[in-house]
């Protein structure tokens, strides 16, 4: 698995345990646990705790574009883990930085996350709304594409060129 996959994952699993728990445990603490337990040694543990720092920076406008963009899924009706997809998706796709996380990345990383983790329709769900917020921000159909010199991720199709 890939290191940002898995550190995805990680803070996929954490916020899911912190929502469990009603938001009311220390999410650092949480994260530094499934760190060290199922992401040791990683090689960027940096990239961990900002995805992590934005996701709850920006928490109260990430729910509230989940319930724009889904306006018949109140957010206490869908499944905690696409909610959380969502949230680390969303932050990627709203506020990170285009260079280190291409929009394409990020919306491709949460639709495999909701392919792993969530159920049979959630990448589809996790598709459209990842989709309806970046035709907002960018106003096309499909991602720029990613400049492989700049950025440390690239999809498949980046490295063949295709």
Known sequence: ??????????ILQSLYEWDFY???????EILQRNLDE???????PEFAWK????VIEHLAEIDATIVRVAPEWPLSKIAPIDRNILRIGLYELQWADPNEVPPKVAINESIEMA???GGPNSPRFINGVM???FREKYGTE??????PKSSPETTP?????S
């Open 1 to 10: 698995m890939a290191t940002r996959h898995l550190i995805r994952s990680t």
């Open 115 to 117: 392919k792993s983790y």
């Open 38 to 44: 199922f992401a040791p040694g990683i090689d960027e």
């Open 131 to 133: 989709g309806t917020v």
């Open 157 to 161: 199709s980046d490295s063949t060129g």
């Open 51 to 54: 995805i992590l720092k934005g």
């Open 142 to 147: 499909a991602p720029p594409a990613a400049q």
């Open 22 to 28: 009603g938001q009311k445990t220390d999410i650092t």
